[in-house]
T-cell receptor, first 116, second 114 residues
Framework: DAGVIQSPRHEVTEMGQEVTLRCKPI?????LFWYRQTMMRGLELLIY????????DSGMPEDRFSAKMPNASFSTLKIQPSEPRDSAVYFC??????????????FGEGSRLTVL | AQSVTQLDSQVPVFEEAPVELRCNYS??????LFWYVQYPNQGLQLLLK??????LVKGINGFEAEFNKSQTSFHLRKPSVHISDTAEYFC????????????FGKGTKLTVNP
């Protein structure tokens, strides 16, 4: 089976530009997570969805960030306008509820964003 | 809320030596515990997990971890490391029931030298 697919893998943009990161979760998984990884702050949960509905967006830094999940197979994370401090690796992960909800996450390979 | 402290940011060891990566957690409710590994330029992948039952958990690649509730610890161990174990290791915690939010520690960079 294909894993979590993220695009683009690398993005270099200039301050003020709009950035859209994309994620395709594993088929059949009903929870999707967006994490941001930086050297200073480690892995931070930005938002997660369950059955396409945002459940917890308390980690979204500010109004410049928005995330959507229009269907079970696609999610986007948008930054508008982007700033240099948004430079990070953004990970998407998905999980499924099995007989015991173990919380195991399956991660994509990440989107490395550089804002100049 | 839950939190995770990984006491060592970097651990250098020689090949075939044993290693222990330390993890302590804080939570007011019962938790599930996880260790993930991240190889360079890749996403995280699950090494092992503690859900319930035996406090000694075995994972992939010869790693194991022991849950100690009284010390709120979940240390990761391997009796003999290989060069290929060089990676960053993350401890994570999730409250049982309720939110699926997984909280990660800041990671421990394990470097295995020949």
């Amino acid at each position: 089976d294909a894993g979590v697919i993220q695009s683009p893998r690398h993005e270099v943009t200039e301050m003020g530009q709009e950035v859209t990161l994309r994620c395709k979760p594993i088929s059949g998984h009903n929870s999707l997570f967006w994490y941001r990884q930086t050297m200073m702050r480690g892995l931070e949960l930005l938002i997660y969805f369950n059955n396409n509905v945002p459940i917890d967006d308390s980690g979204m830094p500010e109004d410049r960030f928005s995330a959507k999940m229009p269907n079970a197979s696609f999610s986007t994370l948008k930054i508008q306008p982007s700033e240099p401090r948004d430079s990070a690796v953004y990970f998407c992960a998905s999980s499924s509820r099995t007989g015991v909800n173990t919380g195991e996450l399956f991660f994509g390979e990440g989107s490395r964003l550089t804002v100049l | 809320a839950q939190s995770v402290t990984q006491l060592d940011s970097q651990v250098p060891v020689f090949e075939e030596a044993p290693v222990e990566l330390r993890c302590n957690y804080s939570s007011s409710v019962s938790v599930y515990l996880f260790w993930y590994v991240q190889y360079p330029n890749q996403g995280l992948q699950l090494l092992l997990k503690y859900l319930s039952g035996s406090t000694l958990v075995k994972g992939i690649n010869g790693f194991e971890a022991e849950f100690n509730k009284s010390q709120t610890s979940f240390h990761l161990r391997k009796p003999s490391v290989h060069i290929s174990d060089t990676a960053e290791y993350f401890c994570a915690v999730r409250a049982q029931g309720g939110s699926e939010k997984l909280v990660f520690g800041k990671g421990t960079k394990l470097t295995v030298n020949p």
